[in-house]
T-cell receptor, first 112, second 117 residues
Framework: GQQVMQIPQYQHVQEGEDFTTYCNSS?????IQWYKQRPGGHPVFLIQ?????EVKKQKRLTFQFGEAKKNSSLHITATQTTDVGTYFC????????????FGTGTRLTIIP | DAGVIQSPRHEVTEMGQEVTLRCKPI?????LFWYRQTMMRGLELLIY????????DSGMPEDRFSAKMPNASFSTLKIQPSEPRDSAVYFC???????????????FGEGSRLTVL
């Protein structure tokens, strides 16, 4: 079955430093979504990327989809304490396959 | 909109007991998903429905697990009999459209934390 791996598993950063998490798939993806889960909370949708090489920004967050549509990244500039949580990518391997497979997640903690 | 509503939020039960988790999706959403989250296995898709019809239950761990969606506004996930290894947070999510489509965003409920002693 499709597997979506994320690295790193954990990341501890000083407040104000940047943070990046990477998502990699063994198969070509139709699209990729990113979710954030606060400690004790539920996953919340952040964004969806569809096009090869696509880059989208949300304030301090930058999302990229690889040219080969097999990898993606989420970069946060100048982290804040509100960024704490686990970031998941989730992917659909083939359009029409409705199953969204979640990555293993990257847990971000901020050192004030 | 109230969002996806799950109950109970917490359940503690003893091994061998039946557990029923409930979900009310967002009105108008055609897709409903049941996920299980554990530290070891992350977020696993158990089953999903489209217009109340189960489409893929290949993620259901074993016959002890069953899920139903009798109407568009209600779904249940049942475990009978429960075992300690079933302890996890169970999330229900709904979506207005096809995953991968422009409206394939998942809206998660707050989850049901199950502890089986």
């Amino acid at each position: 079955g499709q597997q979506v791996m994320q690295i790193p598993q954990y990341q501890h950063v000083q407040e104000g430093e940047d943070f990046t998490t990477y998502c990699n798939s063994s198969t070509t993806l139709s699209n990729i979504q990113w979710y954030k889960q606060r400690p004790g909370g539920h996953p919340v949708f952040l964004i969806q990327l569809v096009k090869s090489g696509e880059v989208k920004k949300q304030k301090r967050l930058t999302f990229q989809f690889g040219e080969a549509k097999k990898n993606s990244s989420l970069h946060i500039t100048a982290t804040q304490t509100t960024d704490v949580g686990t970031y998941f990518c989730a992917a659909v391997s083939n359009f029409g396959n409705e199953k969204l497979t979640f990555g293993t997640g990257t847990r971000l903690t901020i050192i004030p | 909109d109230a969002g996806v509503i799950q109950s109970p939020r917490h359940e503690v039960t003893e091994m061998g007991q039946e557990v029923t988790l409930r979900c009310k999706p967002i009105s108008g959403h055609d897709y409903l998903f049941w996920y299980r989250q554990t530290m070891m296995r992350g977020l696993e898709l158990l089953i999903y429905f489209n217009n109340n019809v189960p489409i893929d239950d290949s993620g259901m761990p074993e016959d002890r697990f069953s899920a139903k969606m009798p109407n568009a506004s209600f779904s249940t996930l049942k475990i009978q009999p429960s075992e300690p290894r079933d302890s996890a947070v169970y999330f229900c999510a709904s979506s207005p459209g096809l995953a991968g489509g422009f409206d394939g965003e998942l809206f998660f409920g707050e989850g049901s934390r199950l502890t089986v002693l």
